[in-house]
């Protein structure tokens, strides 16, 4: 390989590392850098990437890296790592241990193993005191070689999701397990309450049938997983306004074709409705099509939130301003956009007021349904 292309490789794998360090996120990877991620990370610390030590899951929002059985027992086998383990103790239905993880120059740190144990007794006790030390030393070995990550015995109990990765392509199995990590907001969001959301969504589809049906989950599943009710409506908003540009998109289908159309009409051909010679009647024009426009183009759910918040206004102000609901507005006007719709706002409204957008006690929407 020549100076050129390891210079090439080597400035396309810093791209690769600065979009995970900064993001931590897997999933912004294209499939192909996330199997030189995968590999990269390996290589670094003496893995066979063909083994698969490590395995992907959904946590804090974000799609990461845990280390498998095989990574912590090859980075012992290669780093001619020891474990030591003290005797371990029960403390307020907790049973501990800790371990201490050794290089042959010396070097070495700790870590500690906890599982709950209370009331346990017999074949299950001696399991949940396996279960510590096993976390004690796996979390000791990642310590030692400076390797960040969670170890598979520490997954379980935690809110996170496995995910199914191709080794090979990098290419996600099943999309649906992204669909649990919330879509990207601004830092400076618009926050909205339990009310407002179940107002909005109404706007939007007619209740919570519906979103269950666009979304796939219930409102309750996207919060166990870290979601607000911004970003839920955000992506309900954008599925919604997606579902609704491929509705509106003409089908070739619905026209006769011209060709046809005109040899129907020709001289001579078996048109019970006028004589060979007969000029054909004029036909009516066709109605131009209107162009399809997403709404959401040149402005966006979270800025419009962002400038009615800045406007002292709420949703309610706007659907007195044009008189409809927002959502059903867009879907009566398909080339309203929500531009359009701020710039009747601005133009209609004098003095800002306040408006409370504090949480309310709005538990669980749409749970019933």
């Avoid at 290589?43 to 698969?52: F, V």
Wanted: proline share 6%; hydrophobic share 40%; glycine share 8%.
């Amino acid at each position: 390989m020549t100076d050129k292309a390891l210079a090439t490789r080597d400035q396309s794998e810093a791209k690769i590392l600065e979009q995970v360090v900064i993001g931590g996120d897997l999933s912004k990877l294209s499939s192909p850098q996330r199997v030189r991620y995968y590999q990269t990370v390996c290589e670094s610390i003496g893995l066979n990437p063909l083994t698969q030590p490590f395995a992907y899951l959904t946590l804090n929002k974000r799609l990461v890296l845990y280390a498998r059985k095989e990574a912590t027992d090859q980075l012992g086998a290669i780093r001619k790592i020891s474990i030591t383990l003290d005797d371990g103790a029960h403390v307020t239905g907790v049973y501990r241990v800790k371990a201490r993880a050794s290089l042959p120059d010396g070097r070495f740190t700790e870590a500690t193993g906890a599982v709950a144990a209370e009331s346990l007794k017999g074949e299950a006790l001696a399991n949940a005191m396996m279960k510590a030390e096993t976390k004690a030393a796996r979390r000791a070995t990642l310590r030692l070689v400076g390797l960040g990550l969670l170890d598979e015995s520490e997954v379980e109990g935690l809110p996170a999701e496995t995910v199914d990765v191709d080794p090979e392509t990098g290419e996600i199995s099943d999309e649906r397990a992204l669909d649990m990590i919330p879509p990207e907001l601004p830092d400076n969001a618009t926050r909205i309450s339990g009310n407002q959301f179940v107002q909005a969504v109404k706007e939007v589809g007619g209740g919570g049938e519906h979103f269950n049906e666009v979304m796939g989950h219930k409102p309750a599943e996207y919060a166990e997983h870290g979601w607000s009710y911004a970003h839920m409506l955000a992506a309900y908003t954008d599925k919604v306004a997606a579902n609704k540009r491929d509705s509106l998109s003409p089908e070739s289908s619905e026209a006769a074709p011209a060709a046809h159309q005109a040899a129907l009409e020709a001289p001579g051909v078996d048109n019970p409705t006028r004589e060979p010679n007969e000029p054909a009647e004029a036909q009516p024009a066709a109605t131009e099509q209107p162009e399809i426009i997403d709404p959401y183009e040149v402005m966006n759910q979270t800025e419009f939130s962002e400038r009615l918040e800045g406007a002292g206004k709420d949703y309610d102000d706007v659907s007195k301003v044009i008189g409809l609901p927002i959502f059903t507005y867009l879907k009566a006007n398909p080339t309203g956009t929500l531009a359009e719709i701020w710039a009747k706002c601005e133009a209609a409204w004098a003095e800002p007021s306040v408006v409370d957008l504090s949480d309310a006690a709005a538990e669980g929407p749409f749970n019933n349904n």
